[in-house]
T-cell receptor, first 116, second 117 residues
């Protein structure tokens, strides 16, 4: 039972254009969402996050949108750069009050390729 | 630079031969995690340590064990590796602070790719 799904295994975008990566989830208890980026031969690195009390969070070229009713979130990268080429993982957490660890449920990842 | 280090980066073991993967961190984080990631799949949490308290995920096989002798080091022991245990194993850390978001902003090592022959 995959609770976090990234239905597009790959995405190809021209440099300077917008990249939109999508993620769907099924668990209505998820209340915190994150995006991680992974380069080859490296571990995932945290990129941006959003709490369920918000519907948008922006950090420079990266914006995450959350649509709770649709159980959908997306990551927008504008403008896309060749250095953004990586695997992007969506992750979600259903942390209740008092938990002492951050259990994350990950999606399978989307390979983003930005062409010069 | 503060970081999460995993050794070795590549490990080959024989079917049924015990193997240990190691993780160390210089971040002084109190939570450490082990994930298993199979090809083209999502990373899957196996267990975590909060300081010395060990917490197993319900569906983690008994074949997988872990040790955390001190804050900096954590080990993953696979007692009798099967072919299905071939995967990338990721170690991660996080801080437990008042703001919950710090638990989720995890710092990952580069991973150890395990091959079982």
């Amino acid at each position: 039972d995959q609770q976090v799904k990234q239905n597009s295994p790959s995405l190809s975008v021209q440099e300077g254009r917008i990249s939109i990566l999508n993620c769907d989830y099924t668990n209505s208890m998820f209340d915190y969402f994150l995006w991680y980026k992974k380069y080859p031969a490296e571990g995932p690195t945290f990129l941006i996050s959003i709490s369920s009390i918000k519907d948008k969070n922006e950090d420079g070229r990266f914006t995450v949108f959350l649509n709770k009713s649709a159980k959908h979130l997306s990551l927008h990268i504008v403008p896309s750069q060749p250095g953004d080429s990586a695997v992007y993982f969506c992750a979600a957490s259903a942390g209740a009050g008092g938990t002492s660890y951050g259990k994350l449920t990950f999606g399978q990842g989307t390979i983003l390729t930005v062409h010069p | 630079d503060a970081m999460v280090i995993q050794n070795p980066r590549y490990q080959v073991t024989q079917f049924g031969k015990p193997v240990t993967l190691s993780c160390s961190q210089t971040l002084n984080h109190n939570v450490m995690y082990w994930y298993q990631q199979k090809s083209s799949q999502a990373p899957k949490l196996l267990f975590h340590y909060y300081d010395k308290d060990f917490n197993n995920e319900a569906d983690t096989p008994d074949n997988f064990q872990s040790r955390r002798p001190n804050t900096s080091f954590c080990f993953l022991d696979i007692r009798s590796p099967g072919l299905g245990d071939a995967a990338m194993y990721l170690c991660a850390t996080s801080r437990d602070l008042v703001e919950r978001r710090f638990l989720y902003e995890q710092y990952f090592g580069p991973g150890t790719r395990l091959t079982v022959t």
